[in-house]
């Protein structure tokens, strides 16, 4: 065992933590990056969550499962006949499998281009030392690190229900809700927040029965409340089946399935069988193994590590980043927070902008959203102007067949500064981010009103819906 010595030990392979370990590399850093995450032949499989049981498997199987929907559904609107259509669910999911293992691949790939120092295990604090921090690594070889700064990325793990651990059979995490090997007859989900819509997705378009139990009385409360009730009323129109302000209780599994016991709105006793169940009831931040105790690094009463806006902790030179710190749980956010520690590390003057992050859930149609929703206005006494334009009127919406949902542009009632831009309908994953760029460049809808889009395509609508700011569609 040598102890090898870096300006810059990252400790989680994430998003998080690759991107800052790659961005510090490249300029000029002598970086490692330790990650523990096993494939299923026992060897490294970077990405973290994002890439191994998030992200880039949902998005696959989203995919997999959209194609079905449309083949079963819309082609014969296009005049496409199809005889015996059937789904292969292992095919499905090994597809799914090798797009996660070019993800792996890819950044093995990228850590070796950017000359970042990969070590396979667990890494955990063991003391403050002379110029930095001692990290012992433990995996199929053990390794001490002495790091001058210290990025902690190590994410974060599902939510259980009390008294329900994941059994990953009966009781899926987002791990088990991917690999699901025969499509289940009925399938309960518990939280209807972001995995339990786009997992409930996947498996309803492959002809599951889908129930999702929600705690709260309303849907979707972080999105606008418009885009909200317009998704909502797509999902149920879908099959998907929603029960709002229930309250669980005992959950019980047999060799049959689950059953889930809960109080519903009313106060009822109610109960709920299925085959299979999916806790989506969000994560908490994962330091597990990490010692953070045994260098004093302090984590709030919710365990996750307490960084400034900078994402510094209380102990110097030690960094944190992506879900195991505060602020929302998505890829991009980790990925800008470790770019921006990687360049303060370096001197320069890293930034992350938290007032435009998008959100996107990539159901059908899908939901985008940057900035304030209209809730938010209005219970901060803001003065803004609305303007909204639906995909039904756009030719290209009407050309793919997709016309669900709309654009809504939120503006300063004053300066039409933009302020949230609101997105329900097909590729908002995509246009969104024209209103990540004007809102970076503190446009206003006028702005974009005023740029040539291109005909016909769906940004048109985002076009149109910065026009309705002023009242001033031209195709609506
Ligand atoms: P993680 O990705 O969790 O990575 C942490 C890594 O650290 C892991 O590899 C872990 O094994 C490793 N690790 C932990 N402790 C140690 C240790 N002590 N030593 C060594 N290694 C350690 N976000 C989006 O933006 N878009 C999406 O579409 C999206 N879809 C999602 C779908 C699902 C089903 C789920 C569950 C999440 C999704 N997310 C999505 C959220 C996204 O995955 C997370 O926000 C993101 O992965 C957080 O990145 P991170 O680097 O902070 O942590
Ligand atoms: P979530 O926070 O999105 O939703 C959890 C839902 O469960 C909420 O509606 C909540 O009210 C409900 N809930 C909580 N406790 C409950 C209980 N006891 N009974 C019934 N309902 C309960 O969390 P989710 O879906 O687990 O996802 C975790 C995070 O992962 C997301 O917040 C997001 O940050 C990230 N993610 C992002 C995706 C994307 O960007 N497209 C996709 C999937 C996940």
């Keep these: 065992m040598s102890t090898k010595q870096f300006d810059v030990v990252v400790i989680g392979g994430g998003p998080g933590g690759y991107i800052g370990a790659i961005r510090a590399a490249q300029l000029g850093l002598n970086t490692a990056c330790i990650d523990e995450w096993k494939n299923d032949k026992g060897g490294p499989a970077p990405g973290g969550t994002c890439t191994n049981v998030g992200c880039i498997p949902s998005k696959a199987l989203l995919q997999s499962s959209e194609h079905f929907d449309h083949a079963g559904h819309a082609f014969a609107d296009h005049g496409i006949g199809l005889k015996d259509l059937s789904i292969d669910v292992a095919k499905m999911l090994k597809r799914k499998d090798g797009v996660v293992k070019q993800n792996n691949d890819g950044i093995l790939y990228l850590f070796k281009k ?38 902690v990325a190590t994410g974060s793990n599902a939510r259980q229900l009390p008294g329900a651990p994941f059994d990953e059979e009966l009781i899926l995490s987002n791990d088990g809700a991917l690999r699901i090997p025969a499509v289940p007859k009925k399938l309960g989900v518990v939280g209807s927040g972001v995995i339990g819509l786009e997992m409930g997705s996947v498996w309803r378009r492959l002809g599951a029965e889908v129930t999702i139990l929600e705690a709260l009385p309303g849907f979707l409360g972080a999105a606008d409340e418009q885009v909200a009730k317009e998704a909502q009323k797509a999902f149920v129109k879908q099959g998907l089946k929603f029960e709002f302000g229930v309250k669980i209780g005992e959950v019980k599994t047999a060799k049959s399935g689950v059953t889930v016991a809960y109080t519903n709105a009313k106060g009822e006793a109610a109960t709920l069988a299925v085959d299979k169940l999916i806790v989506s009831i969000g994560r908490v931040p994962n330091t597990i193994g990490l010692n953070p105790e045994g260098v004093g690094l302090k984590l709030d009463e919710r365990g996750a590590i307490v960084v400034d806006g900078d994402c510094r902790t209380n102990l110097p030179n030690v960094w944190a980043v992506g879900d195991v710190v505060r602020g929302p749980m998505l890829a991009h956010k980790a990925e800008e927070e470790g770019v921006a520690v990687a360049e303060r590390i370096a001197g320069q003057h890293g930034h992350v902008n938290f007032d435009t992050i998008p959100w996107v859930i990539y159901t059908s149609p899908e939901i985008a959203w940057v900035g304030r929703t209209e809730q938010q206005l209005k219970a901060e006494g803001r003065a803004y102007k609305a303007g909204s334009f639906p995909f039904m009127a756009n030719g290209r919406a009407r050309a793919l067949g997709d016309t669900t949902g709309f654009v809504k542009f939120l503006a300063d009632a004053k300066t039409d500064e933009i302020l949230g831009v609101h997105i329900v309908g097909p590729f908002a994953s995509e246009l969104i981010a024209e209103a990540v760029v004007a809102m970076e460049f503190k446009a206003s809808a006028e702005d974009i009103a005023r740029i040539c889009h291109a005909h016909p395509s769906l940004s048109e609508a985002t076009k149109e819906a910065a026009l309705a700011v002023d009242k001033r569609t031209l195709n609506f």
């Design 114 to 151: 950017n000359k970042v120092t990969f070590f396979h295990g667990r890494g955990s604090f063991v003391k403050a030392v002379e110029g930095g921090y001692e990290i012992a690594v433990a995996g199929a070889a053990s390794e001490t690190l002495v790091a001058r700064h210290v990025i």
